[in-house]
């Protein structure tokens, strides 16, 4: 028995090391699939909803209209506040290079020499691998938002024709489970996107504000760059923390400033993501602290930026998969952010 159960172990986890392998090996096609499959779980309401009053062709190009208006909106933003960052750092080159000059002369008596590394490595001909590296992922991601519509479109239009085959197809209690795994995953997704709509407005409005009142500039692009990136857990957070600390550091050449700007935006990061959060998810998104930075890092490094924006995602339906076969229940159970005495929600990322 006891042997048994190592060999069911580890083929679980060989299981797990092909499944991830393949996730890597085939980027290029599994996740187009995964993320389309994302965002029908969203829209889905949408669709029916749509459907009860309108022809089903109808429904569906006013799904896909509104999902491309809202997708492309937060790109927009992204863009916008990207540019007025670029624009001012342009705008600035002097100064920034002064203050450089600046806090550099202190490494620079012991031997380390950060302005001569920064010329070593920032010349003309980086900045052209750079620009045709940026060219190259643009190229990308547009054949990738295409392929992802594309998956959308078929998805949404097959999604009631699948129900009903995986009806036909397994046995009625697999059926169950599996259908029921499959409304539990929409829901949790649906509101995990609520959630980090909520906060992601609360962290732009908090930024913008705490920029402003200390009387610094870019305040209106860090707080649109602070809603847009909060979407992306850890990662988005990292960068409207840490660059509008460089910022300030530039325009007031004080230290002080640029760690009141540090400190006040890691504070606000963890106050939404600490209490807001769970206050507007309640229990049903409560996993783990320590699943959610190992998914984020994960698919971070199978996928790239969008595998950070999965990683939570994935989590949870992996999760609540789980928790609907007995076999697996007891995972559901560890990873899970609640205790068993405790029903209190887990810290979702920031």
């Not at 960052?85 to 202190?106: F, K």
């Not at 599996?178 to 709509?197: H, N, P, S, W």
Request: glycine fraction near 6%; proline fraction near 4%; aromatic fraction near 10%.
């Amino acid at each position: 028995m006891e042997e048994k159960a190592q060999f069911s172990g580890a083929s679980a986890l060989l299981s797990i090391f092909v499944v991830l392998a393949a996730c890597k090996l085939g980027q290029s096609v599994i996740e187009p699939v995964v993320f389309a499959f994302f965002i029908i779980a969203i829209v889905w309401p949408l669709a029916s909803a749509l459907q009860k009053r309108v022809p089903g062709w109808a429904a569906l190009l006013l799904t896909v209209t509104i999902s491309l208006a809202c997708v492309v909106g937060l790109f927009w933003m992204i863009g916008w506040g990207g540019h007025q960052v670029a624009e001012w750092t342009t705008t600035n080159l002097d100064r920034a290079e002064a203050v450089l000059v600046s806090s550099t002369s202190w490494l620079e008596e012991h031997d380390i020499y950060v302005l001569s590394m920064i010329k070593e490595y920032v010349n003309p001909s980086a900045v052209i691998r750079l620009l045709h590296a940026v060219a190259l992922r643009v190229n990308t991601a547009l054949a990738f938002s295409f392929i992802v519509l594309l998956f959308v479109v078929m998805g949404l239009a097959e999604t009631p024709s699948a129900r009903e085959k995986i009806a036909a197809s397994l046995d009625q209690d697999t059926t169950r489970r599996l259908l029921a795994a499959g409304k539990e995953i929409c829901d949790k997704f649906q509101k995990y996107m609520l959630v980090r709509t909520i906060a992601s407005i609360a962290t732009g409005i908090a930024t913008w504000a705490f920029i402003k009142l200390l009387g610094l500039q870019l305040a209106a692009a860090w707080g649109v760059l602070a809603f847009a990136l909060n979407y992306l857990p850890y990662i988005g957070s990292l960068i409207v923390t840490v660059l509008p600390a460089v910022t300030a550091f530039i325009e007031t050449g004080s230290p002080e400033t640029a760690l009141l700007v540090l400190v006040g935006l890691m504070i606000l990061q963890f106050v939404i993501g600490s209490y807001l959060e769970p206050v507007f998810s309640g229990s049903a998104l409560a996993i783990s602290p320590s699943v959610v930075m190992f998914s984020v890092l994960l698919w971070t490094f199978i996928w790239g930026v969008l595998g950070a924006f999965l990683g939570v995602p994935l989590a949870i339906a992996t999760l609540t998969l789980c928790e609907k076969f007995p076999s697996t229940r007891w995972i559901s159970e560890i990873f899970s952010g609640e205790s068993p005495k405790d029903s209190k929600p887990a810290r979702l990322p920031v």
